[in-house]
């Protein structure tokens, strides 16, 4: 679907697709955000001393991230292609934000809340993109693999905070 939206600059038109446009100006704002608050997340809860994988998952994304920031920045990508890189990036953030429970307490981690804007992503993105939705789904079982590997047992299910947020994260797909 292509709508063209006036731009700044007078009698000039932005035919980009509604993706395309939406990960230019929020998309990869978005990810700015998550490198920020997961690199001050695993900052404290490794008491300053960030282990190198961390780093190196955190490095990746980074550079992932720069690479969408150049590809949205582009005037002109065909839509299957902008869909095609919004799917691999959501995808991505779903799995940073699943690392980043992990490495950052499993159960004892508060980043869970970062899963709630990507399922609002996800729903913005519904109408123009609607897999993005269908992928939100992994958002609850993703959080349990990411306890599940903290844990290095499955205890975490006995644990009284763990069903209400897991609840909460399936919630958010509905």
Do not use: C
């Amino acid at each position: 679907m292509l709508t063209p939206q006036q731009t700044d600059t007078p009698g000039v038109t932005d035919t980009r697709s509604d993706v395309h446009r939406g990960e230019h100006r929020a998309g990869n704002p978005i990810k700015g955000l998550l490198l920020a608050v997961g690199l001050a997340a695993l900052w404290h809860a490794s008491g300053g001393r960030i282990a190198t994988p961390a780093l190196v998952v955190w490095g990746v994304y980074l550079l992932a991230g720069l690479l969408f920031v150049a590809a949205y920045s582009r005037r002109a990508m065909p839509r299957s292609t902008a869909d095609g890189l919004a799917i691999v990036s959501y995808v991505i953030d779903l799995l940073f934000v699943t690392f980043l429970v992990y490495a950052t307490g499993g159960l004892t981690s508060d980043l869970y809340v970062l899963f709630g804007p990507l399922a609002l992503k996800a729903a913005v993105y519904y109408p123009v993109l609607p897999v993005l939705l269908v992928l939100s789904y992994l958002i609850a079982p993703l959080y349990a693999a990411a306890l599940r590997l903290s844990a290095g047992g499955w205890w975490f299910l006995l644990d009284p905070a763990f069903l209400p947020r897991y609840v909460m994260l399936f919630a958010l797909m509905f």
